[in-house]
């Protein structure tokens, strides 16, 4: 077997990719997979940007985080992902921790729009953007269609995954008014229900949109 060769300081050999890079691209992929059809999350920053990039920490740092339409201002360490802002900092309990690893959907806001899991984002990387939590979307005095499709359907039993479900069929119809029902599979793909009310999850998705007897609107 040939020699390998000669690593340097950072574990790169001459010409190639260092391990710190290689794992760096592991945990990128895996993510992207994990997250099934879920928007991506922001990009790393290009080579060279870094030069005047802005510290923050170790201790805590005062961000503004736009939630539901409105800025929220808080401190959190750079550490803190925004699941555990939302539900610690803000008092935003509706997206769950289930899995902390981006495998369940149990944490899904919309970001921008698109379905992301919460628990895999750091709160400092979304500042500026639009976050919508599923208390943004629909509240006790005021369901969304979706929500009401859901009760109607009994397309839920112990609610724990009800919330993420909600939000990415939410982004779904926006994306999608009158999807097909292999298309709200797909579109629901990254989400998991320990009580397997998928069919039930699938005909409120339907319903909501008007192709089995719904007809909502969804915004």
Do not use: W
């Amino acid at each position: 077997m040939p020699p390998e060769p000669p690593d340097d300081a950072d574990g790169k050999p001459d010409g190639g990719v260092s391990r710190r890079d290689f794992l760096k691209g592991i945990g990128a992929g895996g993510g992207a997979l994990g997250a099934g059809l879920l928007a991506e999350a922001p990009a790393p920053p290009k080579q060279g940007m870094l030069a005047g990039a802005r510290h923050f920490g170790p201790g805590p740092v005062a961000i503004t985080l736009n939630v539901n339409g409105e800025p929220r201002e808080l401190k959190v360490e750079p550490r803190v992902t925004l699941l555990d802002a939302l539900r610690d900092r803000l008092d935003l309990t509706g997206a769950k921790k289930i899995c902390d690893r981006g495998a369940c959907g149990g944490c899904s806001v919309l970001l921008d729009g698109k379905p992301v899991y919460s628990c895999m984002l750091l709160a400092l990387d979304v500042r500026g953007r639009a976050i919508t939590t599923i208390e943004g979307i629909g509240a006790k005095d005021r369901l969304h269609p979706l929500q009401h499709a859901f009760i109607e359907r009994d397309a839920l039993q112990c609610g724990f995954c009800t919330p993420g479900f909600v939000v990415a069929s939410k982004a779904l119809l926006d994306a999608t008014p009158k999807p097909t029902l292999d298309e709200v599979r797909e579109g629901l793909a990254g989400h998991l229900c320990r009580c397997g009310t998928y069919t039930r999850i699938y005909e409120a998705v339907l319903a909501t949109a008007g192709r089995a007897g719904g007809g909502a609107k969804t915004s």
